[in-house]
């Protein structure tokens, strides 16, 4: 015997309230991201969205927009702990001229910001 405990697909009508917003931002901003599937000859008869594809858009979403909801010191520390994906190809080795692959610390980042400053002004 089998049991459903969520649907695959859910309605277009229900589709913002999956993401907790209105009609017209989902339609705008989130909609164009997914394929729209007919259940039936035409839209009207019902357009609905695969649920796989609602939760990778709200993960997208998440990484890139959340932060933490505690404010204070550690959500500063939240931001400075993330850490730096990793270059896997060489192709993604090749930075740019003028940008350095080692860390700077915040001293050094001084040093340079005055130097920089020091040579507009002349």
Not at 41 to 50: F, K, P
Not at 78 to 97: F, G, H, I, Q, Y
Request: proline share 6%; aromatic share 10%.
């Amino acid at each position: 015997m089998m049991s459903f405990s969520q649907p695959r697909f859910v309605r277009q009508k229900d589709a913002p309230r999956f993401f907790g917003v209105t009609r017209q931002t989902f339609d705008k901003i989130i909609r164009p991201y997914f394929t729209e599937i007919w259940l039936g000859s035409s839209a009207q008869a019902g357009i609905v969205y695969d649920i796989y594809d609602l939760n990778a858009r709200a993960d997208i979403i998440k990484e890139r927009n959340g932060r933490p909801a505690r404010k204070g010191d550690e959500a500063i520390l939240w931001d400075a702990n993330r850490e730096t994906p990793v270059l896997n190809s060489a192709k993604d080795r090749v930075l740019p001229a003028g940008i350095s692959k080692a860390p700077s610390t915040e001293d050094e980042l001084d040093k340079v910001l005055a130097q920089m400053m020091k040579k507009q002004r002349n």
